[in-house]
T-cell receptor
Framework: DAKTTQPPSMDCAEGRAANLPCNHS???????VYWYRQIHSQGPQYIIH???NNETNEMASLIITEDRKSSTLILPHATLRDTAVYYC???????????FGKGTRLHILP | GAGVSQTPSNKVTEKGKYVELRCDPI?????LYWYRQSLGQGPEFLIY????????DSGLPNDRFFAVRPEGSVSTLKIQRTERGDSAVYLC????????????FGPGTRLTVT
């Protein structure tokens, strides 16, 4: 079973920052937080991952709380192409499979 | 470079028939994964290969499902005696090694069992 809880859907205005929350209160010390997204009719796409420090790359920023029980994925300037289902996943670094939940369906509004 | 490719993109078959789904991973990737995605759900893990061997097949739902990767590159997922409940999108992913952070997914094969 997925070890994360996400809202089923969110809306965000185009050009604004999209902040997607994730609860992972049972996360273990060796588990990373990963984010993937899935655009309609495509396979999932890796976005970012982190252990305890905040991370940023060309796609997004990941903010993890100090107790590591929750995190937020931030898309700084959302565009219509960011409309997708976003999956928050906890995964031991050296594990193999990804356990997906139902994710958050993000709608970017023009 | 080329990503993960899957063929066919769509497959319609009758209940009871046998089907094969093919996955071509990114060249040089040693790890290969199969997932299944039903409508409205996240992908569900089926099986993972490291090289030619199945390192974890704990997600295969029953013995009608089988997968091979004989030369450590292309993989085939085989489903015998298909049932309507097998209808789903079958996704393949590959990563450079087992410990790689990122899995690269293909576009999937949509299987419909009538």
């Amino acid at each position: 079973d997925a070890k994360t809880t996400q809202p089923p859907s969110m809306d965000c205005a185009e050009g604004r920052a999209a902040n997607l929350p994730c609860n992972h209160s049972t996360i273990s010390g060796n588990e990373y937080v990963y984010w993937y997204r899935q655009i309609h009719s495509q396979g999932p796409q890796y976005i970012i991952h982190g252990l305890k420090n905040n991370e940023t790359n060309e796609m997004a920023s990941l903010i993890i709380t100090e107790d590591r029980k929750s995190s937020t994925l931030i898309l700084p300037h959302a565009t219509l192409r960011d409309t997708a289902v976003y999956y928050c996943i906890v995964r031991p670094n050296r594990d193999d499979k990804i356990i997906f939940g139902k994710g958050t369906r993000l709608h970017i509004l023009p | 470079g080329a990503g993960v490719s899957q063929t066919p993109s769509n497959k319609v078959t009758e209940k009871g028939k046998y089907v094969e789904l093919r996955c071509d991973p990114i060249s040089g990737h040693t790890a290969l994964y199969w997932y299944r995605q039903s409508l409205g759900q996240g992908p569900e893990f089926l099986i993972y290969f490291q090289g030619t061997g199945a390192a974890d097949d704990s997600g295969l739902p029953n013995d009608r499902f089988f997968a091979v990767r004989p030369e450590g590159s292309v993989s085939t997922l085989k489903i015998q005696r298909t049932e309507r409940g097998d209808s789903a999108v079958y996704l393949c992913a590959s990563s450079l090694t087992r410990d790689s952070y990122e899995q690269y997914f293909g576009p999937g094969t949509r299987l419909t069992v009538t």
